[in-house]
């Protein structure tokens, strides 16, 4: 199975700041047709998970430009480029290049 | 707007079946090629964990882990596709959640999740 880690794993904030999550892949996420496959969650309170980004760097529909996915082979990041209030939960990447598809521990972003 | 809704028994008994359905809103599974249909667990303190994905035509995929237990279905008629665990134990008990996918990758669309107990 390809093991997913991500760092911190608990992230405090400030509002209209910057934040960025890692998240590290056991094995290379590319694909021979140039995707990695790299999908990021954000699990709010309370809340099922919702996609953010998927293959790496594609943002899903209706997630706000501030959310940045970025990298390619083992190594990626998720950026917010200013947090807001409804931007704390829990955030996963989720690798789904091999079967089983397999999540990270998850990082708690929440405010200072 | 895509909606799914699980639904099902909240309370198994240790080492019967769990079975779980998703009923899909506002959109056709037999139309709908470009999608497929997972479920996605989450037990209590713990990280999401991937059952299984169909495509509309029947196609499945499975969590190696699971395999053995698992079936997923589709039911075309009724708009709706299924999750049957078998020989359930306490580590099973977890948050049960459907969700639309575009491969196995995407899950662009999710249920409000169901909570499951295995307890006697």
């Known amino acids: 199975d390809i093991a997913m880690t991500q760092s911190p794993l608990s992230l405090p904030v400030t509002p209209g700041e910057p934040a960025s999550i890692s998240c590290n892949s056991s094995q290379s996420l590319l694909h021979r047709n140039g995707y990695n496959y790299l999908d990021w969650y954000l699990q709010k309170p309370g809340q099922s998970p919702q996609l953010l980004i998927s293959l790496g760097s594609n943002r899903a529909s209706g997630v706000p430009d501030r959310f940045t996915g970025s990298g390619s082979g083992t190594d990626f990041t998720l950026r917010i480029n200013r947090v807001e209030a409804e931007d704390v939960g829990i955030y996963y990447c989720?690798?789904?290049?091999?079967?089983?598809?397999?999540f990270g521990p998850g990082t708690k972003v929440d405010f200072k | 707007q895509l909606q799914l809704q699980e639904s099902g028994p909240r309370l198994v008994k240790p080492s019967e079946t769990l079975s779980l359905t998703c009923t899909v809103s506002?959109?056709?599974?037999?139309?709908?090629?470009?999608?497929?249909w997972g479920w996605v667990r989450q037990p209590p303190g713990q990280r999401l964990e991937w059952i299984a994905n169909i495509y509309y035509n029947g196609n499945t995929y499975y969590n190696p882990s699971l395999k053995s237990r698992v079936t997923i279905s589709v039911d075309t008629s009724k708009n709706q596709f299924s999750l049957r665990l078998n020989s359930v134990t306490a580590s099973d008990t977890a948050v049960y959640y459907c969700a639309r996918a575009r491969g196995l990758y995407g899950l662009d669309v999710w249920g409000q999740g169901i909570t499951v107990t295995v307890s006697s």
């Open positions: 506002d959109a056709s599974i037999s139309s709908s090629t470009t999608s497929y």
């Open positions: 989720m690798q789904a290049l091999q079967i089983p598809v397999t």
